[in-house]
Nanobody
């Protein structure tokens, strides 16, 4: 069964940076798009950034110019470089396939941005 393991979250001050990593198992990675999602307390889980099996990318408007998604197919890993972080970026960040969610959700990684 394909699984994902997210890491790299933490506590950071506004304006700071973090790099999230998502390691996947199984054979789904190289032939599928991958994405980062986030869920803040009391809110729904939203798509943050996605990357196709090629080089196409998608970003929600609120993170454009601040976040960069990338992938390493040899390592079955997708990354999210986050810069100029804002308190409203505080959430649990998850990764999954894109554009369709096909993998059981992992535990996510907590990102907390203090003002």
């Amino acid at each position: 069964q394909v699984r994902v393991v997210e890491s790299g979250g933490g506590l950071v001050q506004a304006g700071g940076s973090l790099r999230l990593s998502c390691a996947t198992s199984g054979t789904i990675f190289s032939t599928n798009g991958m994405a980062w999602y986030r869920q803040a307390p009391g809110k729904q889980r939203d798509l943050v950034a996605g990357i196709t099996s090629g080089t196409g990318t998608y970003y929600r408007d609120s993170v454009k110019g601040r976040f960069t998604i990338s992938r390493d197919n040899a390592a079955n890993t997708v990354y999210l470089q986050m810069s100029s972080l804002k308190p409203e970026d505080t959430a649990v960040y998850y990764c999954n396939s894109f554009p369709l969610v096909r993998i059981p959700w992992g535990q996510g990684t907590q990102v907390t941005v203090s003002s």
